[in-house]
């Protein structure tokens, strides 16, 4: 089964950067889409960002120009850099494989960010 391992997260002041990483055991990596969600307390979870197989990007309204996803297939790794951070991007973020507009594999445990002052 793969597994998800997301890291990077922490507590940033606003206007600050992160950088978050997606670690997969997953032998299909290169040849899958790959996304990141996030979950704020109390709301639903959301894919932010997202990369197809071949380098196409996509972005929530919420994040373009802010946030920046990227993919190492030789560290089956995916990242976002997170700039410009706001108070509203507080939440848990997870990465997974996108597979007909919709998360694939079971969850990892994601990684937290807190944007606050």
């Known amino acids: 089964q793969v597994q998800l391992g997301e890291s990077g997260g922490g507590l940033v002041q606003p206007g600050g950067s992160l950088r978050l990483s997606c670690a997969a055991s997953?032998?299909?990596?290169?040849?899958?889409?790959w996304g990141w969600y996030r979950q704020a307390p109390g709301k639903q979870r959301d894919q932010v960002a997202g990369?197809?197989?071949?380098?196409?990007?996509n972005y929530a309204d919420s994040v373009k120009g802010r946030f920046t996803i990227s993919r190492d297939n030789a560290k089956n790794t995916v990242y976002l850099q997170m700039n410009s951070l706001k108070p509203e991007d507080t939440a848990v973020y997870f990465c997974?494989?996108?597979?007909?507009?919709?998360?694939?594999?079971?969850w990892g445990q994601g990684t937290q960010v807190i944007v606050s002052s």
């Open positions: 997974n494989v996108v597979r007909g507009g919709f998360p694939a594999l079971p």
């Open positions: 997953d032998r299909f990596f290169s040849i899958n889409d």
């Open positions: 990369i197809s197989s071949s380098g196409k990007t």
